[in-house]
């Protein structure tokens, strides 16, 4: 009975936890690299999942979204958008063109057959200070064919608020 106990404790830390995955130097460009973990920001008919990377000063935010399984495209400069409880109105750009492929929402085995997409958007301290002193009720991207939205549940905007304040650490 305590091997399972402890199995399952295992697996919920592992999944749940949002932590630091790489902080290092790169040998060749002496780069300061900081990165966290991937976190599930949505789940409903749309999967997405959420990082930080930080890369000396400059900080990017990293999303991936499989949408119903649904083929779509995502220009250079269209909009990630959140609504804060405030309903104030946070945007990100889209750093290059992407469409959707085969495992490219997914962070793992979950998805890896699904149709997804990843995409880059610079961000800035304060707004990812923004993230983490606020709270998220909604998420809007952009697509070339109009727009993809969806609610954020309070356990998992928790979960991305954390995520925001350890990449400032």
Known sequence: MNKI???LLFITTTIYCQEI???ETDDFTGKSIKETSWISLQRSNDYSYTRFRKIDNTYTFDYKLMYNGQVFSVDKGDKLMFKFLNNEIME???NEYAITGIGNGATGLIGSSAMGIYL???VDESQIKKI???TIQKVRLYTTDGYIEGEIKEKLYKKFKKQAELILQ
Do not use: G, I, S
């Open 5 to 7: 106990t402890l199995l």
């Open 21 to 23: 995955v790489k902080n």
């Open 92 to 94: 990100l750009e889209n």
């Open 120 to 122: 880059h958007f610079m």
């Open 132 to 134: 983490a002193d606020n």
